[in-house]
């Protein structure tokens, strides 16, 4: 099947049937990959693993979130959910928190919520396996999937950090209120974060809310406004690594 044939099948399993091709090379993809690896055609937003320390980092971090006490999250959880994807790459996804499935599996948006964001990405040539990084605010699931407090934001933020230390994305996509929220330190509503590029700390990384795919799922006639935010942000991400 070609690339564009598949693209608008992913579209179709999200709702949205309209595919227009966008011309020349995908934004962050060859122009980016060919300088760093000559040899090896890259997905677009993959980047080779960081430094050798980085490995080990990423080690300690897993550990300290699998072993975390800090919030009393911590006791009714099956495990704590760090997140998924490469090492480092120009995606990063941002949810709220694990929910049934993820905390029964030990990995992100895997139920059917993440069934969906996986073909909304998929759409825009993207996966987990390749070059989008995937975390949550919480690392843990609060119970009966309600909204995380506070404090449990507060005790957890520093690992998503620490993630975002690591993977050096230069766009964050950041999926549902909760998580624009807390990552911009606003408590605007969702409409009103959206189809704006955002900064993030001090690196200033690009951010660009969308709706949670859990939500796209209860509301699918805003499934085409998410392809719209989506398509925006391949934009934002193209005019930063341009510089424009
Ligand atoms: N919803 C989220 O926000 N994150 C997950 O990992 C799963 C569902």
Redesign the pocket.
């Known amino acids: 099947m070609s690339i564009d044939a598949r693209r608008a099948e992913y579209l179709r399993t999200i709702g949205i049937d309209l595919w227009v091709p966008r011309p020349g090379p995908v934004p962050g993809g060859a122009a980016r990959c060919a300088g760093e690896l000559p040899q090896a055609p890259q997905p677009a937003g993959a980047r080779p693993p960081g430094p050798a320390g980085d490995a080990e980092a990423w080690q300690r971090l897993r550990a300290e979130v699998l072993g975390c006490t800090r919030c009393a999250l911590h006791q009714s959880r099956t495990q704590a ?1 760090l997140g998924v994807g490469p090492a480092r790459c120009d995606w990063m996804v941002i ?5 049934a499935e ?1 905390d029964r599996r030990g990995e ?2 895997v ?1 059917r ?2 069934k969906l964001l996986d073909a909304m990405l998929r759409a825009i040539g993207l996966s987990r396996e390749a070059n989008v990084y995937i975390a ?1 605010i919480l690392k843990s699931r609060p119970p009966g999937n309600r909204d995380p407090r506070p404090e449990e934001v507060q005790a957890c933020l520093p690992y998503l950090h620490r993630q975002i230390e690591l993977v050096q994305p230069r766009l964050l996509l950041a ?2 209120r909760i ?1 624009a929220q807390n990552l911009l330190g606003t408590d605007e509503p969702l409409g009103r974060l959206r189809g704006r590029v955002h900064r993030f700390g001090e690196r200033n990384v690009p951010l660009v809310v969308t709706y ?1 795919p ?1 939500y796209l799922l209860r509301s699918p006639a805003d499934k085409r406004k998410a392809w719209e935010d989506l398509k925006f942000a391949r934009e934002a991400l193209a005019r930063s690594l341009t510089g424009s």
């Open positions: 959910v949810g709220e928190a694990p929910g993820e992100p948006f139920g919520a993440g949550n999926v549902g998580a949670h859990a």
